[in-house]
T-cell receptor, first 111, second 114 residues
Framework: DQQVKQNSPSLSVQEGRISILNCDYT??????FLWYKKYPAEGPTFLIS?????DKNEDGRFTVFLNKSAKHLSLHIVPSQPGDSAVYFC??????????FGGGTRLMVKP | GAGVSQSPSNKVTEKGKDVELRCDPI?????LYWYRQRLGQGLEFLIY????????KSGLPSDRFSAERTGESVSTLTIQRTQQEDSAVYLC????????????FGPGTRLTVT
């Protein structure tokens, strides 16, 4: 029973275009939603978060959108750069302050 | 170093042997987390420490897995009688507790059970 799902295992985008990574969750009680980025042989690094009371949070080239009615979260990267190529995990913070992660989406940005 | 460190970075062991993985969190971080990532899968929560107590061990997959933490510092994850399905990257993270979702991850230990 996966609480957090990323249905696209991979995504390929041309440099300069928009990358859209999607995530679905099952529990409407989650309070915080996050995106982490992971390069090979490194641990995940926190990228951006959004509280359940908001529907959008922007930080430079990264914007996270939250659609609570659809239980859907997305990360937009624009413009995409080759250095953005990594695995992106969405995560939710549950009541016990635990992070539950999705399975990840590998983003490849082609020069 | 300012970040989370883990050792060893790679471990190859024979099925049935015990292994011990170490995590040094960021100094002053009260919360420590262990996760694992099996090939092609997402991060799977194992155990969480607040200080040296573990309020949530729900993610430990079997009684062959155990973890300890000394005060608010180093933690060890022990896997007894390793099985091939234990092969994974084991990741440790720490946080200050003030912002629990801002977990800082170490580079992981890649465990291969042959």
């Amino acid at each position: 029973d996966q609480q957090v799902k990323q249905n696209s295992p991979s995504l390929s985008v041309q440099e300069g275009r928009i990358s859209i990574l999607n995530c679905d969750y099952t529990n409407s009680m989650f309070d915080y939603f996050l995106w982490y980025k992971k390069y090979p042989a490194e641990g995940p690094t926190f990228l951006i978060s959004i509280s359940s009371i908001k529907d959008k949070n922007e930080d430079g080239r990264f914007t996270v959108f939250l659609n609570k009615s659809a239980k859907h979260l997305s990360l937009h990267i624009v413009p995409s750069q080759p250095g953005d190529s990594a695995v992106y995990f969405c995560a939710v913070l549950n009541a016990g302050n635990m992070l539950t992660f999705g399975g990840g989406t590998r983003l490849m940005v082609k020069p | 170093g300012a970040g989370v460190s883990q050792s060893p970075s790679n471990k190859v062991t024979e099925k049935g042997k015990d292994v011990e993985l170490r995590c040094d969190p960021i100094s002053g971080h009260t919360a420590l987390y262990w996760y694992r990532q099996r090939l092609g899968q997402g991060l799977e929560f194992l155990i969480y420490f607040q200080g040296n107590s573990a309020p949530d061990k729900s993610g430990l997959p079997s009684d062959r897995f155990s973890a300890e933490r000394t005060g608010e510092s180093v933690s060890t994850l022990t896997i007894q009688r390793t099985q091939q399905e234990d092969s994974a990257v084991y990741l440790c993270a720490s946080s200050s507790g003030l912002v629990p979702y801002e977990q800082y991850f170490g580079p992981g230990t890649r465990l291969t059970v042959t």
